[in-house]
């Protein structure tokens, strides 16, 4: 694939993993793909590593943001079979409380598919909001 659309491959799975789509996520990932998530996986249950499969039932999944996620980009950076992605996120819980976040991701491409995936982001800011009631 081109850097063009390896480019738009990243921001389709962005979007796709923001509305829960699991269809969409899964069709644009590779096989044996990877997705990595800062983070300690005993303090924060999101983070580490996980397989193509645990991903994608996740993504399959129903959203737990009304509507799902709302997604703001920033820069993005390719170059060879990577792409970086800065964004934002913004979801509403049902209970009304908003979550928002800053990412950053790197992507690599293998065969014309998304074969790892690197998410980093707030992890504090994201286990507090969680951890409230």
């Known amino acids: 694939m081109s850097v063009e659309a390896n480019k738009r491959a990243a921001i389709a799975l962005l979007e796709a993993s923001g509305k829960h789509d699991g269809?969409?996520?899964a069709a644009l990932m590779h096989p044996e793909a990877t997705y990595w998530t800062l983070g300690k996986p005993h303090l924060f249950d999101y983070c580490g590593e996980k397989t193509r499969d645990e991903i994608c039932a996740y993504m399959a999944t129903p959203s737990i943001f009304?509507?799902?996620?709302?997604?703001?980009?920033g820069d993005i950076t390719a170059e060879g079979d990577r792409v970086?992605?800065?964004?934002?996120?913004?979801?509403?819980?049902?209970?009304?409380r908003v979550y928002t976040n800053m990412y950053h991701y790197?992507?690599?491409?293998r065969d014309g598919k998304v074969f790892r995936i690197k998410e980093y982001l707030d992890t504090q800011s994201a286990a507090e909001f969680f951890s409230r009631k």
């Open 106 to 109: 790197l992507f690599t491409f």
């Open 23 to 25: 269809a969409a996520f």
């Open 84 to 96: 970086a992605v800065e964004c934002q996120t913004r979801g509403v819980l049902p209970d009304g």
């Open 66 to 73: 009304v509507g799902g996620v709302e997604t703001t980009f």
